[in-house]
């Protein structure tokens, strides 16, 4: 069993729009994010994991989920499932996720592109 308390995880952001929360367990089959969203991200492009599926279940707030070929309202309550390798990006006043990515979140892995 492995605990991280909230004191302990590592905020950060992605940009002025992304902030996160990062719970680094050291497991390289999953880990757990909080991002709180208010605005386009990324700002430009899409986001893409090249490697890990990512989960995620809306905390609060809502929004839309942009795609290379659709796009999908969400709001509180709702859970979305991204493939590796699929774009996307964030259009939102205000939400609060939760992601898990399986395996494990890695800043090599994460990309911005057009």
Do not use: H
């Not at 902030?19 to 893409?48: H, N, W």
């Not at 989960?55 to 509180?76: Q, R, S």
């Not at 990006?89 to 494990?104: G, K, L, N």
């Amino acid at each position: 069993m492995k605990v991280i308390k909230n004191r302990k995880a590592i905020k950060g952001n992605n940009s002025d729009k992304c902030k996160t929360i990062e719970y680094s367990f050291d497991d390289k089959d999953i880990d757990l994010g909080i991002a709180t969203i208010t605005g386009r991200y990324p700002e430009s492009g899409f986001a893409l994991n090249t490697i890990s599926k990512e989960l995620i279940y809306v905390l609060d707030g809502n929004g839309t989920l942009y795609f290379e070929n659709d796009c999908i309202e969400f709001e509180k309550g709702d859970s979305i499932l991204i493939d590796a390798k699929e774009k996307y990006y964030w259009d939102s006043t205000y939400c609060v996720v939760s992601m898990s990515c399986t395996p494990a979140w890695s800043k090599e892995q994460y990309k911005i592109v057009k």
